[in-house]
C-alpha cells in the first residue's frame, strides 16, 4: 500500500519516465544487435591478456602490421597509470600491479618502445620502486622464461605424469578448475620442454633484454617457494607440495622418469580431442594460447590445421575501437549476452514477447545448446544427459551451470509455455545432475573442491577449484522457482518426476545459502563484484520461496542490508577492493549495472514507493545519457564489475551497463503498474 497521495503521484511520474528510459534502451538493443539475431559485447581485462598474445606473436616470428603495431601501443599506452604502472582493471583500489606491469613493459618494448620512452621510464621507476622483475607472479615467470630472460629453474616443476593420473586420485587434472585444467596441461608440456624463443636482440639462454627492471640482474634465480620454516608453522599442505617439487627436480636431474615420453604424448592428445572444429580451446584465451606453445614444441608447424586454426581463433578474439586501441579479449560472451539481453528486453515490455528480435535471438541460443557426448563434467557425472549452454560461441566441452540457468529464465520470460519444451527440460535436468554435495552448484563441474590444490607451487590466484557460489545458486533457484510457478498454475502437470526434483533441490540449495549467508545479511559473489552481486542473485532466487519461514528471515537481512548501503546520490557501487577486504563491501561509487542488481534484488520485497527503491529509480534514469543513435540512449560505465579470479583478474563486459539497468527498470514499472 501507498503512504499517501503525493508518494503516489511519485511513483506514476518515476514510472512514466522509466518507460521512457526502457524505450531509448530497446533502440539501443536493437541498434545493436547482430546480423543473425544474437548480442555480443566486447570484454576487456588487465594489459597481462594482450601483452601474452604480443609474446606469442613474438615467439613464432610473426610479423606485426604498422597498423596494428601502433594500435596495440596505443592500447597499452591508454590504460597506463600516472605513477607508470598498469592496474588489473579501471581505477583499481589498491593501483598498479607489478606484474601486469612487467608484462606491459616488454610487450611494448617488443614492439618498438624505446626504454627512454617517457612510458617506459616511468614504467621502469614503478617495478623497481616495488621490488623489480624478482617479485614476479608465478604466471609472469613462465612467459619470462620461455624468452630466457629468467632460467627455468626459478620457476616451479609442472610434472606432464600428472595427466595419468587417475580421476579416482587426490590429485589428477580433473580435481582442478575447468579453466586451470586446461590451461595447466599444455602448460605441462612446455615447462618440460623449457623453451627459450627469441627477442628483437636474439636467442639467449641468459637474456639480458629485461635488465633494466632488476634490482640485482646478476642473480636472476629468484626462488618461488616460501622458507621452509615458515611454510611448516603457516601451510603444512603448501610444504608437502613443495617438497614434492623438490623430489621432482632430483628426479629429472638423475633421470628418472620412465613414463616421461607417455605423458607427454598423453598431454597432446588430451589437448588436441579438446579443440574445436573452430579451433578454440574452451573460448578462453590462456589455453588457447598455451595449447599453441605446446603443440608447436612437439613437432606441429605452424600451418598444420591445428595450429592454423588455434591462431586464426585468436585473431577472431582481438578487437579494436578509437578509445582503446587493439587488443586481445580475454573471452568472448555472445550466449551470455544474448541470454541476458532478451531478459532485459522481455522485463522492459517495450516490445511484444513474439516480436522476431526476441524469436530470434532465442533460435540462436536454442541451436548452441549442447548435447555432445564428451565434456569433462562427464568425468564424476557420466551417467547425466547433456543439455547445458557454454559461454562462447564454440565451446562444447565445457558448459556452464550459470548460462544454463539464465537461458531457462529468457527461455520461460519470453514464452511461459515453453516449460515443458526438449530445450527447457534438458537443461533443468542437466542442472540438476550437476548439484554439489553442499546443496550449491559451481560454475562447470560436480564437487570440484578440493581446495588445498591452491597450495601448489604454481599456483598464485587462488583459483585452481570450482566450489559452490552462492551467486550460481541464487540463479537457478531463481530459474528452477520459475519453473515451479508455472508448473503449478499449469493444466497439463507434466514430468511431474523432473518437478519433483526441481523442488527438493532448491530445499537443498536453500540450506547453502543459509549457510553461507554472511552476518550482515549478504552473500558474497564470486563471478560479478561482489557482495551486491551476490545478494542480488540470492533475493532474486529467494523470492519464488517467500512462504518458507527461513527464507523469510534470510530475506529480510539480506534486504535491510542491500538498502542500508544505498550510496547517497540513490544509486549503489562497490569496488574490487571488497575481495580482498571485506570490510569495503558495497563501497564504491554508484554504476549503472550494480545499481541495477539491487534494485532486482530489492523490487521483490519492497514497495515501488519506498524512498529506498525511488530513489534508485532515480539514479538509473538520471544516468542513462549515452545517445549512439536517434531515439536511442544506455548508460556509461567505466570499471569492471565482472569477476574472473577474486583479487587477482577481472573482467568488463560492455553490455553489463545495459541489460542489467533495464531489467531493474522493466521490474519496477511492472511493480508500479500493479499498484
Not at 370 to 386: E, N, S
Not at 418 to 437: D, E, F, K, T
Not at 442 to 465: E, Q, R, T
Not at 605 to 629: A, E, K, N
Request: net charge negative; charged share 20%.
Amino acid at each position: 500500500m501507498l503512504d499517501s497521495g503525493e508518494t503516489q503521484k511519485m511513483v506514476r511520474s518515476q514510472e512514466t519516465a522509466a518507460r521512457h528510459a526502457l524505450r531509448l534502451a530497446t533502440q539501443y538493443a536493437t541498434s545493436a544487435v547482430k546480423d543473425d539475431g544474437h548480442w555480443l559485447g566486447p570484454m576487456s581485462s588487465d594489459v597481462t591478456i594482450t601483452a601474452e598474445w604480443i609474446f606469442l606473436l613474438q615467439s613464432i616470428d610473426r610479423t606485426i602490421s604498422e597498423e596494428d603495431r601502433a594500435a596495440y601501443v596505443y592500447h597499452f599506452l591508454s590504460s597506463q597509470q600516472d605513477d607508470g604502472s598498469w592496474p588489473i582493471a579501471p581505477q583499481y583500489p589498491h593501483g598498479g600491479n607489478l606484474s601486469a606491469t612487467i608484462e606491459a613493459y616488454l610487450a611494448l618494448k617488443i614492439l618498438g618502445l624505446e626504454p627512454e620512452h617517457t612510458a617506459m621510464l616511468k614504467a621502469r621507476r614503478f617495478v623497481l620502486a616495488n621490488g623489480g622483475v624478482e617479485e614476479m607472479r608465478i604466471f609472469t615467470r613462465f612467459h619470462l622464461a620461455m624468452f630466457g630472460l629468467i632460467p627455468w629453474t626459478a620457476v616451479p616443476q609442472m610434472p606432464p605424469e600428472l595427466i595419468l593420473l587417475p580421476s579416482s586420485f587426490l590429485v589428477n587434472v580433473y580435481k582442478f578448475s575447468s579453466w586451470a585444467r586446461i590451461t595447466i596441461v599444455p602448460f605441462l608440456v612446455i615447462r618440460t620442454r623449457e623453451p627459450i624463443y627469441s627477442l628483437p636482440n636474439g636467442r639467449h639462454a641468459n637474456n639480458d633484454y629485461l635488465d633494466e627492471l632488476w634490482r640485482d640482474p646478476s642473480h636472476k634465480l629468484v626462488t618461488y617457494s616460501k622458507p621452509v620454516i615458515d611454510l611448516w608453522s603457516t601451510d603444512k599442505v603448501a610444504l608437502l607440495f613443495q617438497m614434492a617439487d623438490w623430489v621432482i627436480w632430483l628426479l629429472v636431474l638423475v633421470g628418472l622418469l620412465p613414463f616421461r615420453n607417455w605423458a607427454i604424448r598423453s598431454c597432446i592428445s588430451w589437448i588436441l580431442d579438446r579443440q574445436e572444429e573452430s579451433g578454440d580451446w574452451a573460448g578462453i584465451f590462456p589455453p588457447m594460447h598455451l595449447s599453441i606453445y605446446a603443440l608447436l614444441l612437439e613437432g606441429y608447424e605452424l600451418d598444420d590445421d591445428p595450429v592454423r586454426r588455434g591462431l586464426e581463433a585468436l585473431d577472431r578474439f582481438c578487437y579494436q575501437d578509437a578509445r582503446h586501441g587493439k587488443w586481445m579479449q580475454p573471452c568472448v560472451s555472445p550466449v551470455w549476452d544474448t541470454f541476458l539481453m532478451v531478459r532485459g528486453l522481455c522485463d522492459s515490455n517495450v516490445i511484444e514477447k513474439n516480436n522476431q528480435l526476441l524469436t530470434r535471438a532465442l533460435a540462436w541460443t536454442r541451436a548452441r545448446q549442447l548435447f555432445v557426448k564428451h565434456g569433462d563434467w562427464k568425468v564424476y557425472q557420466p551417467q547425466l544427459i547433456a543439455g547445458g549452454f557454454s559461454f562462447e560461441y564454440v565451446n562444447t566441452w565445457y558448459p556452464d551451470v550459470d548460462d544454463t540457468a539464465a537461458g531457462i529464465l529468457s527461455f520461460l520470460k519470453q514464452d511461459p509455455a515453453s516449460l515443458y519444451s526438449a530445450h527447457v527440460l534438458r537443461a533443468a535436468v542437466w542442472i540438476l545432475g550437476m548439484q554439489n554435495g553442499d546443496g550449491g552448484w559451481a560454475a562447470f563441474d560436480v564437487g570440484n573442491d578440493s581446495l588445498f590444490l591452491n597450495s601448489i607451487p604454481f599456483s598464485d590466484m587462488d583459483s585452481l577449484c570450482d566450489p559452490s557460489s552462492a551467486d550460481i545458486a541464487g540463479r537457478v533457484i531463481e530459474a528452477f522457482g520459475l519453473m515451479l510457478q508455472l508448473f503449478s498454475q499449469s493444466k497439463l502437470q507434466e514430468h511431474e518426476d523432473v518437478f519433483q526434483a526441481i523442488a527438493t533441490a532448491c530445499f537443498r540449495a536453500i540450506g547453502y545459502l543459509q549457510k553461507t549467508q554472511e552476518s550482515a545479511g549478504s552473500w558474497y559473489g564470486r563471478w560479478g563484484t561482489n557482495y551486491i552481486y551476490g545478494t542480488s542473485n540470492v533475493l532474486c532466487g529467494l523470492s519464488y520461496f517467500s512462504t518458507q519461514p527461513r527464507v523469510r528471515t534470510m530475506a529480510t537481512q539480506a534486504v535491510q542490508w542491500l538498502a542500508s548501503v544505498q550510496n547517497g546520490d540513490g544509486g549503489w557501487g562497490e569496488q574490487l577492493d571488497s575481495y580482498t577486504h571485506p570490510e569495503r563491501a558495497a563501497v564504491g561509487k554508484s554504476t549503472a549495472s550494480q545499481t541495477a542488481w539491487a534494485l532486482m534484488g530489492l523490487l521483490p520485497y519492497l514497495s515501488p514507493g519506498s524512498d529506498t527503491i525511488i530513489r534508485g529509480v532515480s539514479w538509473l534514469i538520471d544516468s542513462q545519457t549515452v545517445v549512439s543513435v536517434p531515439g536511442a540512449a544506455t548508460w556509461s560505465e567505466d570499471v569492471y564489475t565482472g569477476t574472473g579470479f577474486p583479487g587477482h583478474f577481472y573482467l568488463g563486459y560492455d553490455l553489463y551497463r545495459h541489460y542489467f539497468p533495464m531489467m531493474a527498470l522493466g521490474r519496477y514499472v511492472d511493480a508500479a503498474h500493479s499498484v
